[in-house]
């Protein structure tokens, strides 16, 4: 026998007990840790449009050169590096080869400064039409959003691992408890009765759950694998023992290339690129080349890695070829998927970032995002309504913990907004050449959601929540303001020129801040209605209403 935890009454069935266990686990997998869920959703789903928010933080850089020859630009590249960077151990050439590679691009290591390198390391963008660095402001850029969603700022990588894993594990139970615990999943796709205080909040909850939900189970179980290696360490140290080296070497066998050889210190001349290329596209076809990767330029153990471009294929595994760097001969020709685990852990991850997707579906994966972002909020929400009228007849005391909760969901889900628009600000109001400009566009981000989080401390949630929604609406509203003031490349500019990455951009913050403002009313409204009926019965203050328990409402 179990306890029915809706309406406090025994329950003797097995399907109500095991629909009343599952609503428990439900309730606190999700509450536990659902504001690092909250704050996982809202920088993965931006993270979609990473490399359109990268372009826009950096309005200085050109148009997409991705219409260059893979000819033409690997060797503009090469002509660049072995003006830049001489007597390297690496030349790692990127190709402007797709949505998610706009520009050619250079990284290099152990360069020679005696030979006239510029650096003994270093990245670069390269103008693929007169052969130069693309010279930009320092910005965390969408990169960094994106990142942010599986690496947590001011946290070392082991410890925010750690907290990811076991945040995305809780989702995964999350989402197959409440599974288990709809009783009418299909028909609770159609019901939303607004107005109704929890029972409201409940309709939401399940609408947005049940919309996305093929969506919600990929998205956390290829999370799931993505982080595989950092929650499940025994499966490979059972294999490669624990010492330091062991997850290197692991890393190395499974990862990379075959042929890597040391440099034999005796110099021979770089084969002819052209050659290695058409040798490569007749193996995958035109423009699919990604990055040619030289190791050793320059000596006669020189080798060619070519990566191929997977923006095309679901797989986030990109086939190799290895090459002779002198010779020019064929050594390897390493498939994407090695074997049956790596090609279920590529096309896992390749769903979970969507870089195959073409525009309509990277729209559609956006709003799938939007949705479980609304899903986790609706839940944070619903949770305190239920417990504030479970303790409606209780003493003061009893209410410090829903208190707490409200106003941390306050600054937490309507906070981390204006957060966010802050981070954009930071772009385009910071010197651009101010030291560590990267860093304090984070900091200032990160510093708002903090000033936000105080902001709810002190004044009631139902002030707090259409305020902070108002602050987050002003911000985005004002953001294309500030591009137009700050930049030669203004909303009217890019309609004009047809750029329709800054016209883009500008127009979704305008949606953006337009959808929190309309929020921002409705949590007035509601706050409002609520205030209205509590105050004759209670005189209560409090923004959650004290309404009857819902027939049948699940935690």
Known sequence: MSTDITKGTPSTSYNGGWRTSSAWLHTWSGLTLGWILYFVFVTGTVGYFDTEIDRWMQPELPRSQTGTSTDEAANAILNFAQANAPGADQWLMSLPASRNQPFGSLYWRGASI????????????????NITALNARETGGGQLLYQMHWRFPYMTRNYSDWIISIATFFMFVAIISGIITHKRIFKDFFTFRPGKGQRSWLDAHNVLSVVALPFHLMITYSGLLFMGFSFMPLVFAAYYGNDNGARGQFYSEVFDPPGMVAAAGVAAPLTDLDAVIEEAESVWGENRIATIDIRNPGDSQARIFISENFDQTVAAGAGRLVFDGTSGELLHNAPSASSPAKAVRDVSLGLHEGLFATTLLRWLYFFAGVVGTAMVGTGLVMWTVKRRQQASSEIDKKHRGIRLVEKLNVGTVAGLFVALAAYFWANRLLPASMPGRADWEV???????????????????????PLQFRLGGFAFVLLPVVNMATTERGLIHSLATGDWVFAGFDLTALLCGALLFWIAQRATQVMNKHQKQRAPQTGSTSPIPSEHPVEGARQ
């Open 443 to 465: 900091h200032t981000m990160f510093l708002t959601w903090a000033l936000m989080l105080m902001l709810s401390a002190v004044i009631p949630a139902r002030l707090g929540w």
């Open 114 to 129: 005696e030979s006239g390198a510029v650096s003994a390391s270093g990245n670069t963008l390269i103008d693929l039409n």
